[in-house]
């Protein structure tokens, strides 16, 4: 019997300890299953200018597999804002990669004044590249400027063979999401109709975009003549044709269809991208990058990262409410439709993961506004800033204090400040005050206020997020909502903390992504570390990492 109990015994125990280990070793496999499963292409897709609200306003006459198929089979954060400002194009797409704002990724603008050379600093310029593509100035451009990493950068961290393209009309646009160790970022030169691009990233074109450009398709293009896609009296949601709130192309008397821009351009390339046709462009290009790179070929995580730019020049000129710009939506839904299903035939539907997103909104032309007894005006920079340097130059001596004016910032002459021996706190304080007294500022800040105090919410918060003391002004105006700084006789502009800059669309589609929505308030920062946790990779170095639940409502 003893013997029988031992035997026993030992059955148990191997019974016991080995279905423990079994279950061990399946926990394993699927912990490691979870950090191994990876989309093979990722895609960004940015539509430059976009108002949340544009997705309900033309929402009836979307197809029925761009927009649409995004909402209806992916996720959708419908209230979702940008959380600092300047609410500008090169801020908004780093601060969408780098998962931070531009008091931490250094984007403070398209532009800033650059105290140590004296004059103005383009978001992506960089002296010291060659262009590629071209002879022109117009590729000497990298992210040098960019002072965090990207989730794109974070990929080829992870995996040297993963490749990360970038695409746009605009540089920045192309520039800022592809990061700094990108494969390549290409972005279109008007004098040419190509896409060309900069030795950060290669000596030469690859031979895939050699074969792009040389098929002339800018030309064909800019051959066309923009008429409207349906109907005029389809168009219920904006204006009528002809308004006094619009911009007309060179040579047009008024801004009504059809658009020739084989005649508006007189034989130059830049009318393309003025135009729905932009995006197409840019759209048949990216097509081209998935093949000519075999981007999700294979179970290595790629990047595409796309952002159509013409939607943002369509909203400059012609205004919010324009049937150009409705037009301009419909026709970048089929291309959006057209995409999707190229991913679909090549990379393999569930294979690919896409995010859309805006870089920021934009403000009803301000001239509309006043008709319709609403708030809005024209801030009159150039005579406030001279009166500024007037009155400094009455209190504290005639001499040049204001250096420059960019993006609604006074920037004083720090040096000039401290070799006279005046506190520059001081001087930032009494300028800030002084400005109050114009007509459409709301309220002003200064760099010191920035600097010492913490506004942890509101407004203020905001700016203090877009603030970074080398490369930002010494005092902030914020302006009345509906206002826009200086004139602009027919279209419109952005860069406020309103909700008509600041509220965009964000939706994910695609691999391991499900079908739903929110209502709870995110914001920019929050996609890049959603991105970087779902691919497992480590978080872009700027990230609060404070990532987006897909939590049903």
């Known amino acids: 019997m003893k013997r029988f109990a031992k035997i026993f015994v030992y059955v148990l125990v191997f019974f016991f300890t080995t279905n423990i280990s079994l279950g061990q070793s399946s926990s394993d496999k699927q912990d490691r299953a979870s950090f191994t499963e990876r989309p093979k292409l990722v895609v960004g897709i940015v539509v430059d200018q976009m108002r949340y609200d544009y997705l309900p306003r033309y929402w009836s006459k979307f197809s029925e597999n761009g927009f649409k198929r995004l909402v209806g089979e992916g996720f959708s954060f419908r209230n979702h804002h940008f959380n600092y400002v300047p609410t500008y194009t090169g801020p908004g797409h780093a601060a969408i990669y780098t998962g931070t704002t531009p008091s931490i990724n250094g984007i403070v603008g398209n532009a800033w004044y650059d105290r140590s050379i004296d004059r103005s600093m383009y978001v992506v310029s960089d002296s010291t590249v060659s262009p590629v593509g071209t002879d022109g100035s117009d590729g000497k451009m990298s992210p040098a400027n960019l002072l965090s990493t990207t989730v794109t950068d974070e990929l080829k961290s992870a995996n040297k063979e993963s490749k990360v393209i970038g695409i746009s009309i605009k540089d920045r646009a192309a520039i800022l999401p592809a990061g700094h160790v990108a494969n390549g970022a290409f972005w279109y030169e008007d004098s040419t109709g190509n896409f060309i691009s900069s030795s950060w990233y290669t000596d030469q074109l690859p031979q895939w975009m050699e074969n792009f450009n040389q098929k002339g398709l800018a030309h064909e293009l800019n051959k066309k003549t923009w008429n409207m896609l349906l109907p005029i009296e389809k168009y219920t949601e904006s204006n009528p044709d002809d308004t006094p709130y619009e911009g007309t192309f060179d040579g047009e008397d008024r801004p009504v269809f059809p658009h020739d821009l084989a005649e508006i351009g007189d034989g130059a390339y830049w009318p393309v991208k003025s135009s729905p046709y932009g995006n197409t462009l840019v759209k048949e290009a990216a097509k081209a990058a998935i093949k000519g790179e075999n981007l999700g070929a294979d179970s290595i995580t790629d990047f595409l990262a796309v952002s159509f730019s013409s939607t943002d020049y369509v909203g400059h000129q012609f205004g919010p409410h324009s049937v150009e710009l409705e037009d301009t939506y419909l ?156 004139s602009y006789p027919t279209g419109t502009s952005h860069g406020s903390p309103y909700n008509y800059d600041t509220h965009v669309p964000l939706l994910f589609y695609g691999w391991n992504v499900p079908e739903g929505y929110t209502d709870q308030k995110t914001v920019i920062p929050q996609i890049a570390p959603t991105v970087a946790r779902m691919l497992n990779i480590p978080l872009p170095s700027g990230s609060p990492a404070k990532v987006l639940e897909f939590e049903k409502e």
Request: glycine share 8%; net charge negative; charged share 30%.
């Open 331 to 486: 026709r970048l839904d089929r291309d959006l439709e057209d995409f999707l299903s190229y991913l679909d035939q090549t990379v393999g539907k569930g294979n690919y993961l896409v995010f859309l997103t805006s870089d920021h909104g934009v403000v009803d032309v301000p001239a509309e506004l006043k008709d319709r007894n609403l708030p809005g005006g024209y801030f009159d920079s150039d005579t406030a800033v001279e009166e500024l340097a007037s009155y400094l130059e009455k209190e504290y001596g005639e001499e040049d204090w204001v250096e420059s004016y960019t993006n609604q910032q006074v920037y004083l002459d720090r040096d000039l400040v401290s070799k006279q021996g005046y506190d520059l706190a001081q001087m930032q304080k009494d300028a800030a005050e002084f400005l109050l007294q114009f007509e459409g500022v709301k309220s002003t800040m200064t760099a010191h206020d920035f600097q010492y105090k913490d506004f942890s919410d509101g407004q203020q918060a905001m700016y203090e997020r877009g603030f970074m003391y080398d490369r930002s002004g010494d005092v902030y105006i914020q302006l009345k909502s509906g206002w826009l700084d200086s």
